[in-house]
Each structure stands twice: as structure tokens, then as C-alpha cells.
């Protein structure tokens, strides 16, 4: 069994700042990472491919450092690693980003053997969209598993898969037929340390890297600023907050009576809350009642 | 996986034409995508109805709410509230097909419509099942999709304005899609302001075939297990959460947090450290890595407030920190403090909201 995951290298953190005179951000020293959601993703395919046997290749797109991330990804013990890199698809939005990759996962399934799953985390965590997973799965008539929380079982030769996927207000579990992409929730697994002769084999391995050219992509009004609907005008930080957190009298007080200063100053702001905790506590009352 | 935002390259892409393509022209008003999943209206859908209004007077054009489901009677309330919230139309398609969210027909259903009625922009809240269809949507219509708003506007020339946040919330980005339709965006629940209900009004309703049959659909719902008949930990769908951090010194104190919890029938958990030292499990984890909540109110008992735990805690509406050291970084982003020994306090405020609830509950 192939299954690909799609990592995404990205700034650590939230360690962003915005210069104050050009308005532009300031990325200068700050250390990249892979995506923290992907980790998810990369752990699940690893479980899968340990248990079902197959091969697990990490695929990215970014500028040629991002391949310090798949180098990563390989200590993990990813097989193998895809760079997709071209400044054609420089300042691709959502939708450029997903024809994009959607035309490297073709050119990995012609060379590669075609994947039954394509993982992608949740979302990352500098642009937040979780738009370019289903974007993908649209693109490659792939059924999409968003946001699954558990991969209850798998039968590659059957092509069955049955999930837990996070919906509003509870689980679904679903059952749906290979090949799918899915999107790993978070907290789901956790990721695995390597071992050392993952180390030294992800050391020598040879990242592939394709051009758009290369991954057989010949419309490039598709990519990059081309092949992008939307288009940012205006990048600014938030206001900062003015006033610190405001103190509830704590100096010289019991702690009775800070609970009630407390108490009393969240009632008065948010009634709402209290509303919702006195109905609360009505229901417990009929229980016990 | 988006690029991050360059603005000075803006200039250069093809998005910025002015005139729209003459085939665009045609579309018109404004549509929210109505959440109705087992009979409940996501209050989101809501709230966007109220900003959906403002957004078609200024343009001058009508507000559309689109409703799907199983059943008529399933979307009946739905339909209802959706006039009573501002719409002046709602579009309905309804199917046994419909019964459950599954991305496949609910696709269908949305880019049928989208195709048939055109209009200009489509809002959709930035749930889980929002999230899901309105990447496929966007997508398969090959438009422009803002994911996560917490703010949206016309432009003077009548365009739709996204405000975001990104990289985690320290950079606020607008976007727009000036040369196709049509305009979408996600937008984040609770961030905008819940309409008053109008009972009574009404409008039109159209009604809409889905076109596909149950075997047309592979993906199975085998079963939908609701949060409330689950004991797993709901840390982003909960109102209020309390939480704790290394300032409890200890793993019997974390109790403290449980207990306040209890009291107030909310969800318990805590810092990455608390996790690491194997206090709590890991999905009780708040923060990047961990879980993002948005509840009404989040208690934060000896967490100082990394910037990690920040970005996935200050989309509460009320924040207040327990925490002995008034400079912690979480001083900077809560609203409340209580500058004290969170192991002392936790019980006071236990015990202050049990008398006042049982004793209140009463009156009631």
C-alpha cells in the first residue's frame, strides 16, 4: 500500500512580527518547523504502513530549504520525499496551492505507484484555512475524511476504510471505499522518535525535487499569483489590547471573600453565564431530585 | 497549506483586474449556507444572517438562506428561524440522502444551487462541517474562499472585504476576490453579533431537487454518536473551561481544577507541561499542539501564558487568570485576574459558586 502525506514547512510558532513602518512580515530568524498538525498526519501513515506493510512517501511544496522539513520527515521514517519547487508557484493561494499538488500526486502515483491514502493535517498553523486538503480531494476525485479522530479499521484489499470523523455536536463513523484523503485531527497519536538508522539512512537519502515542468504541470496560469482568485491587500497587526487584566481586590482578603469578588464581577459582565449555570444547576437538582 | 501572504506582491496578480468577467455579472445577492445537522441550527448561521443583512442592504440586493436536509419536516423550524433572522429567501434542497452531513451530496447540492440562482457572495460558518464543504465548494466552482473570518465588510466598489487572522493570530490579513464569483468566506463562530429574532416574518421559498441517489454516494454514516451521550473530553465545543498549569505544584492539586469543573459543568484541562509530566492525558491538552477552545469563559489556574497556550486559548470571550505573579504573560491577554495562590483559590471559588447556584437554582 502507497500512502502519501502532505507536510507543509512553516514558521515556528507564532514568533511573527509585523515591521512597524513597511507593514510587511518580518520572517528574518525565524526557525521553521514542520507544520505541528502534519505530525499527526505522518504518525497515522506510519502506523498504517507498519501494520499493512507498503510505503510512505512525504510530499511538499515551498522553496528549496523547505526540504529540510521532509529531510525530518524521513528521520520519522517516512520512505521517501517529494520537494515540489518552482518560483512559478510563489504567492499561491489556497486553490493554486491544491492544483499544484494535486498534479505532483499524479506524477507520484505514475512513477511511485498510486496511493490509496493521501494524508494532510488539520490545518497549519501560519495560514489556519484546512482548505487545501478537501481542495485535493476535489481535485483528484478522492473521498474526503476531514478531521478524522480514529482509523477504526482498514482493508487495503478490499479498498474499505471505516473512520471516526469529528463532526459539529458528536462522531459520525464512517465507512467509505479507497482511495481517500483524509485530514488527522490533533491529539489523535503521537509522533514516534526515530530510530537511528532512520537517522543516518534520512541523511543520504536523495529528496526528489520537481519543477512545475517536472511534475507535468504545463498550465502555469494555474499556479502561484496566476492561479489565485483571492488576493491580500492589506496585512496589519492586531490592535494590541491597551489595559492588562483586570485585578479583583485580592490584598488583605480572606479568600471567601475574593471567590465573591470574583464571582460577582463575572456575573456582572457576562449574565449570560450566570443564566446558563443557573439552568445547569437546575438539571443537576432534578437529577438528584 | 496556503502561501503565506505576501502584500507586495499583491499587485502583480491576475485577481486584480477591476472589471468582472462579463459572465460574473449576472450574479447577484447574498447567500448564508444554514448548519442544520439533526434538526439544531448552528447558532453561527445565525450570526451570519445578521451580517449577511447588512452586507445586501449595502449592496441593495436580497439575503438567501440555504437549507438542506432528510426531510421537509427535519428543515421545517430551520426554514422558520432562517426568515425570522433576516433572510428574504431560502433556498431548500431536500433528500433521505441529505439526513447526515456528508461532503459528497451536500457538494452537489451547494454547487447546484450556486450554478442555478448565482449569487454574488456565499458565507459559511467556520465549523467543521463549514470548513469541510466550503473547500470542496470553492473548489469544484474554482473561486476564492477566506477561511476563519472574524470580520467582514463591503468595499466602496461593492466588493467583500475578509478580515482573518493568521499565523496564529498575531497578523490580521484582508483578502479579496475581485474577478470571481462567488465571493466566499468562513466565518469563525461568535465573533459576530447575534441578530434579534423578528418573530413572524417570512419570505419565499425555493425549492431545489438534489439529483442523486443514495447510490450514488459511497461514503456511509454507520452511526453519529452526539457529545452528550459521550464521556470523552469536548474541550472545543464546551462554554466554560477551567485549567490548570505548573502553578498547581502538584498532581493531587489538579483535583482542585476537577472539582471546580464539576461545580460548574465544564470542561478540565491543561498546560503542555501538565501533559508532559503526565498529570493529564493528552487530549486534555490546551494550546497548539493540543486542543483550541472558544468558550464563553476559560478559568486559567497557574498557567503563565506561553505564547503556544495563548493561541489556543484567546478566542474565549472571558479570561481569567489564577496566577501568584501579576507580570505572567498571561496578564497581557486575560481579562480578569486574580493574583493569588491558585491552590488556595480553586477551592474558595468552588465552594462560592456551589452555595450560589444551589441556593438561587431555587429560586427559579
Redesign the interface.
Known sequence: MHIVVCVKQVPDSAQIRVHPVTNTIMRQGVPTIINPYDLFALEEALRLRDKFGGEVTVLTMGPPMAEDSLRKALTFGADRAVLLTDRFFAGSDTLATSFALAEALKKIGDDFGRPSIIFTGKQTIDGDTAQVGPGIAKRLKLNQLTYISKIEDLEPENGVIKVERRAEGGVQVLTTKLPVLITMLEGTNEMRRGTLEDALRAAKADVVKWSAADAGIDDLTRCGLRGSPTIVKKVFAPEARSEKAKPIETSEQTMETIAQGFMSELFQRQPEIEQDLLRYAATQFAQEG | ??????????A?????KRELPEHFKAYKHVWVAI?C??G?V?PVSFELLGEGRKLADKRGVELAGVVMGGSEEAIADAVAATFEYGADVVYTVVDPVLT?????PY?KAMTDLVNTYQPEILLLGA???G??L???V???L???????CTELAIDDEGSL?AT?????????????????RPQMATVRPRVLTMPERQEGRTGKVVSHPLGMSEDDV??????????R??DKAQLP?A??VVAGGLGLRSAENFQLVKNLAAV??AEYGGSRPLVQKGWIT??R?IG????TIRP??YIAAGISGA??H??GVEGS?????INTD?NAP???????????DAV??L???T???RK???V??MA?
Open positions: 497549506m496556503a502561501e503565506a501572504p505576501k502584500p507586495n506582491a499583491a502583480s496578480r491576475a485577481g486584480t448548519e445537522e439533526h439544531e448552528h447526515h452531513y456528508r461532503n459528497e457538494t465549523t467543521n462541517l470548513r469541510d466550503a473547500g470542496s470553492a473548489t469544484t474554482l473561486t476564492g474562499l477566506t477561511a476563519d472585504a482573518r487572522p493568521t499565523f496564529g493570530g498575531s497578523l490580521l490579513c484582508t483578502i479579496f476576490t475581485l474577478n470571481y459511497i461514503t456511509k454514516v454507520l452511526q453519529f454518536v452526539a457529545d451521550e459521550s465545543y462554554d466554560i460548574l459543568g493528552a487530549d491538552q497548539q499542539t493540543g486542543k464563553k469563559l505564547i503556544q495563548r493561541v470571550d472571558l479570561i481569567v487568570a501579576p498571561i496578564m497581557d491577554f486575560a481579562h480578569l485576574a486574580i493574583v493569588a488556595q483559590v477551592p474558595a471559588l465552594e462560592a459558586f450560589h447556584l444551589s438561587n437554582r427559579g
